[in-house]
């Protein structure tokens, strides 16, 4: 019925207000050691299925660290209290060879316009989520001038354009999300980091 008009689909509008503090002041305020590479993962820890795949993103600095011993991670995640999940962050780290002054966990709840400090001071950004149905975050980081590395499946491979999306290994089945996901590749992101 439409058929005299161009129709285009817009899947989202992200407006953000980019932060105006200097890269060096939020690296001060939120306690990240001076002429380091800094490495950030931001999001949620909420999945019973681990969809974020924080883990990986995890080994991937891991793997990135052995070859750079002057990189740093950042990890900004939240959990919802009384619930049981995938990803005890701390619990992963202790396992890898990350030294304690190598990274920070923060696991408090904080306001989104701390998130995009965090997005603008970081020198680059890991989403290597399993599945993204838009994928918000890694746009918002893009928008604050970070470079980032996102695991190559769905919204992730349709919006990097500041960085590096890397070829997932292999497609699986995700039976609590009924849906067809993605493995990141941990060797692929870590070399994506320089």
Not at 4 to 23: A, F, G, L, M
Not at 41 to 62: A, C, H, K, P, Q
Not at 124 to 148: D, K, T, W, Y
Request: aromatic content about 12%; some cysteine.
């Amino acid at each position: 019925k439409l058929s005299h008009k161009i129709i285009k689909t817009i899947p989202h509008v992200i407006e953000i207000d980019i932060p105006t503090k200097s890269i060096e002041d939020l690296r001060n305020e939120f306690k990240i050691p001076p002429n380091k590479f800094l490495v950030c993962i931001v999001g949620g820890n909420y999945d019973i299925n681990n969809r974020r795949s924080l883990d990986t993103s995890i080994m991937s600095f891991e793997k990135f660290y052995k070859k750079n011993s002057n990189a740093f991670l950042y990890i900004q995640s939240f959990t919802f209290s009384g619930l049981k999940f995938v990803n005890d962050l701390h619990r992963i780290i202790s396992y890898l060879d990350i030294p304690i002054d190598a990274f920070i966990i923060n696991q408090t709840k904080i306001e989104y316009t701390k998130i995009l400090e965090i997005y603008k001071m970081a020198d680059v950004c890991v989403f290597g989520s399993r599945s993204e149905g838009f994928g918000i975050p890694n746009i918002e980081a893009q928008l604050c001038g970070a470079s980032v590395v996102t695991n190559g499946f769905g919204a992730l491979k349709d919006y990097t354009y500041n960085g590096i999306c890397v070829p997932y290994l292999q497609q699986h089945y995700d039976h609590i999300a009924d849906g067809i996901w993605s493995i990141p590749s941990i060797e692929g992101i870590s070399e994506a980091m320089w």
